[in-house]
């Protein structure tokens, strides 16, 4: 019997919790809404996406060079 109503309490916490979701809102299955980021514009994110995994490449050879700088 305590195992039913502990399910039964957990379960009304769960639906109470879905229910008052917050900032969660249907937008009616856009593809691309629930990304932190624009994907309309194709060069614009072909630019940012250039800049940050170039810049994330680029840093372990520019450390190595900078050792071989160093006196």
Do not use: C, E
């Not at 502990?6 to 917050?22: C, E, H, K």
């Not at 809404?33 to 372990?60: D, E, H, I, T």
């Amino acid at each position: 019997m305590i195992v039913a109503r502990r399910a039964f309490q957990v379960r009304n916490f769960m639906t109470s919790a879905l229910r008052r979701g917050g900032d969660h809102h249907d937008v009616g299955g856009v593809p691309g809404a629930n990304l932190p980021f624009g994907v309309q514009n194709r060069w614009k994110l072909a630019v940012y996406m250039g800049a940050w995994l170039g810049s994330g490449f680029s840093v372990p050879f520019l450390l190595v060079r900078h050792q071989l700088k160093k006196k």
